[in-house]
């Protein structure tokens, strides 16, 4: 989010507030991939020692500049006060009122889904494949389209996955 209009930002350049604006006037919809979130950092996983490169969201920061770790109430605030600020900001500039977020890179934890649970995001979204189903919360990966997916095992896995939850064509 902090990339919409922001020449300074790098990279290619990014769609406008003004393009977003004209673009949910025509029907598209836009929603959260978090405020400021979207790069890899060295995090500190819950219970270990030892740093690793990972999505933002994915634990407490270490600054290898000031050796800073953060705290765990420091991250909570962290995370937290981005996903909050990324959802203010879409119901200012577009009216957005459902809360739905795709995680950068696809990267979450138990305890980020607390989090976005405790915020009120209805919805969230990884790139881990798998097979959604009604009323689920996590939204999965399906790659339908590449040129080494296989056809037949997707449906074989899309038939596997309704019979699982009783959504069998039978019943």
């Not at 995370?79 to 909050?84: A, I, M, R, S, W």
């Not at 990884?126 to 999965?140: A, E, S």
């Not at 080494?148 to 095992?153: G, Q």
Request: glycine share 12%.
């Amino acid at each position: 989010m902090s990339t919409v209009g922001n020449p300074k930002h790098p990279g290619l350049p990014k769609l406008t507030w003004t393009q977003v604006k004209l673009m949910h006037r025509s029907g598209i919809d836009f929603y959260s991939h978090t405020f400021d979130s979207h790069a890899y950092a060295y995090v500190r996983p819950e219970g270990k020692t030892h740093d690793r490169l990972e999505p933002m969201l994915m634990g407490p920061e270490h600054n290898k500049t000031t050796g800073h770790v953060e705290t765990e109430q420091e991250y909570i605030r962290r995370v937290k006060g981005d996903l909050t600020r990324a959802d203010q900001i879409l119901r200012n500039e577009i009216g957005n009122r459902r809360d739905i977020l795709a995680f950068p890179y696809g990267g979450y934890t138990q305890q980020v889904l607390g989090l976005c649970r405790n915020l009120g995001i209805q919805v969230v979204f990884t790139v881990k494949p798998g097979i959604d189903g009604p009323g689920q919360y996590m939204g999965y990966r399906v790659n339908a389209g590449g040129m080494d997916n296989n056809p037949i095992a997707l449906v074989e896995s899309m038939k596997h996955a309704e019979s699982l939850r009783g959504y069998s064509k039978a019943g």
